[in-house]
């Protein structure tokens, strides 16, 4: 017992408590299967049960997932507290569930309008993969930045970790296809919790001075991935940009976003 806590308390506390919760929201599902349709996300009644965007993301419902998330948000928070401080790794992990879990229920919805299968619309999506994606892309910005020097590491999380974003998704693949945790439209969970963390991490996460997120070239969308597959991933992130800049009316990207910014320095707090 007390080597458990001693081990526990070498982690920051929200990141314990979080993992625990996980824990006991894993424990309910396996318990009664009947809370699954008000705690997942299911696009036909996300509208008259809204809390679906809040807990689809935090109830696990296949144990391997489970515990490679707890892993990782421990891992992860012991990084990224020290620079972001407790309440900034909360609000990022809060503010990307929602949106995320928001994302994946508009792409639901937009493919039944596209193809028309009811499938899209009564599918129950949940699980922790928006999460993991989420952590995997605050990581690789702290590798981006030289902040987890991977000389330090393990020899085998020294060779994950510049490529932490792409694993991550094969793994969520490799979820689906081998252990059979959920509907293949689950993946939209990994990928939309990848794409909202990162637009959060470059854009609007708020620094001193007035600085707001991280324009650097080693954080762009393309720079998350392996060399072979950036050319066309910054193509089409030069693309997307350009569009949304034009369409928001001067509201994108937000004031401060290109300022310059110390990267030894703690993001803002408010």
């Known amino acids: 017992m007390e080597n458990s806590v001693a081990f526990l308390a070498r982690f920051p506390m929200p990141a314990v408590v979080l993992s625990a919760l996980l824990g006991v929201g894993h424990l309910v599902l396996r318990i009664s299967d009947d809370l699954r349709p008000p705690l997942f996300l299911q696009p036909a009644s996300t509208i008259i049960r809204p809390q679906q965007v809040?807990?689809?993301g935090i109830f696990e419902d296949s144990a391997p997932n489970l515990l490679v998330v707890v892993l990782a948000l421990l891992y992860s928070a012991k990084?990224?507290?020290?620079?972001?401080?407790d309440r900034e790794c909360m609000r990022?992990?809060?503010?990307v569930n929602v949106?995320?879990?928001s994302a994946s229920w508009l792409c639901m919805v937009l493919l039944y309008v596209l193809f028309r299968e009811e499938h899209y619309l009564f599918a129950r999506l949940g699980g922790c993969a928006g999460l993991l994606g989420a952590l995997s892309v605050a990581i690789k910005q702290q590798v981006a930045h030289g902040k987890l020097p991977t000389e330090a590491q393990p020899a085998w999380l020294a060779a994950v970790l510049p490529h932490v974003v792409l694993v991550q998704l094969c793994w969520g693949l490799a979820v689906l296809a081998l252990l059979r945790?959920?509907?293949p439209d689950e993946l939209l969970l990994a990928i939309n919790g990848t794409v909202a963390a990162w637009v959060y991490l470059?854009?609007?996460?708020?620094?001193p001075g007035g600085a707001a997120g991280d324009s650097s070239s080693g954080f762009s969308f393309a720079a998350l991935f392996p060399g072979p597959v950036q050319p066309p991933l910054r193509i089409l992130g030069r693309v997307c940009f350009g569009i949304v800049s034009s369409l928001s009316c001067g509201s994108f990207p937000p004031l401060g976003?290109?300022?310059p910014v110390s990267w030894m320095v703690q993001p803002v707090a408010s």
């Open 257 to 259: 976003w290109d300022a």
């Open 202 to 207: 470059r854009f609007y996460q708020p620094r």
């Open 92 to 95: 990022f992990v809060m503010l």
């Open 54 to 56: 809040v807990t689809a």
């Open 181 to 183: 945790a959920g509907p």
């Open 99 to 101: 949106l995320h879990l």
């Open 79 to 85: 990084a990224l507290q020290p620079e972001w401080g």
